[in-house]
């Protein structure tokens, strides 16, 4: 039996790390265990210009603990007044990694997202052009459509016919949640990926309201069947270079999650890795989790793997329930078990 399994450091392929004090509050949880992270643009105001992303940058590197072995990969907000050519500019210089679609209302902070799709076309066309990726929240936000429904109703309305229109334009499904996302990916050989996250790998809906309303486990999109957790597992863990890690790690702190109407979010950054490996043991697919976590990302998004390495351990090893900030403590993502690994050791590159 396998007591020890080192990888390529890992990277987080979406993240939210906020900003000001709750950025400096979490960042370390990431640092530790990631070597680069897709950094999501939806703070207030939002990230929609290079300008504001090497903004964000410089606050991010300002953040990280001493030493810390990190880098940013940042995004810009995508808008309907987006340009095309600031979008081009900062991908040129190395600034930015993607762009990110809100279906505007979809989620938090997405109140500035899209509505009109045709006001985005000369936007997509110039990214599908120069090769920058379009991460997606897929969700639509029709208030007549079922919330348990809207990533696949996303797909038929929106993604299948914009990508049509957009040839050639590189999309991340970002965390997926039901089995029609994983056939939608599957189905697609080239310039289509997908982020599942920890937490859609562990919980579906029950978790979150049968025997009483869990608010920690709330989050967007919603956790859905089994049959789509079942699905989404089966993916992480087949090696399909088409599937990897995007935690959509998201903290808000318990009065912003424990209130009438309360935030979505999950934060997973602090156990993420020993959840995967106690997973991936589980399905008898540990050999598989390098190229989830480590490999399949990089090479969709034409970077090279991380030369540093992550090693883990087997045998639990206790994780706070929180970390406190300066506006209240944050909850730790909780999987309902004591993960049978933990991190002991990560190499510098």
């Known amino acids: 039996m396998t007591q020890e399994l080192t990888l390529r450091t890992p ?13 400096r509050a979490v960042l370390p949880s990431t640092a530790a265990h990631f070597a680069r992270a897709i950094i999501m643009p939806n703070l207030v105001p939002p990230v929609v ?17 001493e030493g810390a072995d990190f880098t940013p990969l940042m995004t810009l907000y995508l808008t309907e007044a987006t340009d095309p050519a600031d979008v081009a500019a900062a991908h040129a210089s190395g600034l930015i990694s993607a762009v990110k679609l809100y279906p505007a209302g979809a989620t938090t902070n997405s109140a500035s997202g899209v509505a009109d799709f045709t006001r985005v076309q000369g936007v997509l066309e110039k990214m599908a052009e120069i090769g920058l990726p379009l991460c997606v929240h897929g969700e639509v936000t029709d208030p007549d459509i079922d919330i348990f429904d809207r990533e696949a109703v996303f ?7 914009l990508r049509k229109r957009v040839p050639g334009l590189k999309v991340v499904m970002e965390h997926i949640t039901t089995s029609q996302g994983v056939e939608y990916v599957k189905a697609n050989a080239t310039d289509l990926a997908a982020t599942i996250t920890t937490h859609h790998l562990v919980i579906n809906r029950n978790h979150i309201l049968a025997g009483g309303i869990r608010p920690h486990y709330y989050c967007l999109p919603v956790a859905k069947r089994e049959e789509h957790r079942v699905a989404l597992r089966i993916a992480a863990t087949s090696g399909d270079a088409r599937f990897f890690l995007g935690t959509d790690s998201a903290p808000h702190t318990d009065p912003a999650k424990l209130q009438p109407c309360g935030c979505a979010g999950c ?24 190229a989830f976590a480590s ?43 004591v993960p049978g690994w933990h991190v002991s050791a990560r190499s510098s590159c």
Request: hydrophobic letters at 40%; aromatic letters at 8%.
């Open 11 to 23: 990277d987080d392929w979406h993240l939210h790390l906020r900003d000001g004090a709750m950025l």
């Open 155 to 161: 797909i038929d309305r929106v993604l299948d016919p």
């Open 49 to 65: 210009t290079g300008s504001d992303a090497a903004a964000y940058r410089t606050r991010i590197i300002a953040a990280l603990p």
């Open 295 to 337: 490999l399949n990302g990089p090479a969709f998004y034409g970077l090279p793997p991380n030369n540093s390495t992550l090693t883990l351990t087997k045998g639990s090893r206790d994780t706070p329930s929180h970390i406190d900030t300066q506006d209240g403590p944050v909850t730790v993502f909780d999987p309902g078990f």
């Open 267 to 290: 934060f997973t950054a602090p156990n993420t890795m020993a959840i995967l490996a106690h997973l991936f043991e589980q399905d008898g697919a540990l050999d598989k989790l390098e």
